[in-house]
C-alpha cells in the first residue's frame, strides 16, 4: 500500500528563513507526488505535483519540491519565509496516478516575525 | 466563481440525528470525492464517485452514504450521526486521465464543520 510520512506536525521558522518541510513516500512503482496547502478556514489547494519528468518541481509563491528516488523524499522548500506562508501543509501520493490519493498528516508551519 | 461549493458551513447534530452534507461543482469534473480532516490525522477519504451512477468506498467509509445522479452533485449522508463523526469535512473533484484517479489536481471546497454531541 502506498503511504507519506510527514516528519514534523509543527515546524517554526523566522521570516526570510528558509523553509524545509519534509515528506517521505513509500511506493514499490512511480509515484504522482502533491504537496496541497491549507490556509486557516479554508479548503486545500495545490502548490506542485510531480509527475515523473523534472525531479526538480517548481510551485507557486516561491515553493518547490525535489523527488529523490534513492531517499524515497519529496521535501518542500522555500528560500526565504514571509508571514503570508504561514498554514498547514499536506502531502500526497498516488502510486502510477492510478489510485486514490493518500495524504499525510500534515505540517503546520508558523513564522516568526 | 467556478469550483466546488459545500454547504452547510457548520453544523451541530445530536447523537442519532441524520444529516446531509452538499457538494456541488460546476467544473464538469467526472472524479468527486469526500474527505474527512481530523487533528493528527491529515485527511481521510470517506467515498469517491468516477461519474454519474459509479460510487466507491474509500479508507473510512463506516457510517455514511452517497449518491451520484448527476455529474454535479456528490452528498453526503450520515444516517444516524455519532461523536466520532465530529470533524471538518471536505468535497474534492477532479478531472480522470483515462483511469488514472490520483494523477490530476484535486479542487477542494471551503470545508463543512460538523459537532456531532
Known amino acids: 500500500a502506498q503511504s507519506v510520512t510527514q516528519l514534523g506536525s509543527h515546524v517554526s521558522v523566522s521570516e526570510g528563513a528558509l523553509v524545509l518541510l519534509r515528506c517521505n513516500y513509500s511506493?514499490?512503482?512511480?509515484?504522482?507526488l502533491f504537496w496541497y496547502v491549507q490556509y486557516p478556514n479554508q479548503g486545500l489547494q495545490l502548490l506542485l505535483k510531480y509527475t515523473s519528468a523534472a525531479t526538480l518541481v517548481k510551485g507557486i509563491n516561491g515553493f518547490e519540491a525535489e523527488f529523490k528516488k534513492s531517499e524515497t523524499s519529496f521535501h518542500l522548500t522555500k528560500p526565504s519565509a514571509h508571514m503570508s506562508d504561514a498554514a498547514e501543509y499536506f502531502c500526497a501520493v498516488s502510486r502510477f496516478g492510478n489510485e486514490k490519493l493518500t495524504f499525510g498528516t500534515g505540517t503546520r508551519l508558523t513564522i516568526i516575525p | 466563481n467556478a469550483g466546488v461549493t459545500q454547504t452547510p458551513k457548520f453544523q451541530v447534530l445530536k447523537t442519532g440525528q441524520s444529516m446531509t452534507l452538499q457538494c456541488a461543482q460546476d467544473m464538469n469534473h467526472e472524479y468527486m470525492s469526500w474527505y474527512r480532516q481530523d487533528p493528527g490525522m491529515g485527511l481521510r477519504l470517506i467515498h469517491y464517485?468516477?461519474?454519474?451512477?459509479?460510487?466507491d468506498q474509500g479508507e473510512v467509509p463506516n457510517g455514511y452514504n452517497v449518491s451520484r445522479s448527476t455529474t454535479e452533485d456528490f452528498p453526503l449522508r450520515l444516517l444516524s450521526a455519532a461523536p466520532s463523526q465530529t470533524s471538518v469535512y471536505f468535497c474534492a473533484s477532479s478531472t480522470v486521465t483515462g483511469t488514472r484517479w490520483g494523477a490530476n489536481v484535486l479542487t477542494f471546497g471551503a470545508g463543512s464543520r460538523l459537532t456531532v454531541l
Open positions: 464517485s468516477v461519474g454519474a451512477g459509479i460510487t
Open positions: 511506493s514499490s512503482v512511480p509515484p504522482y
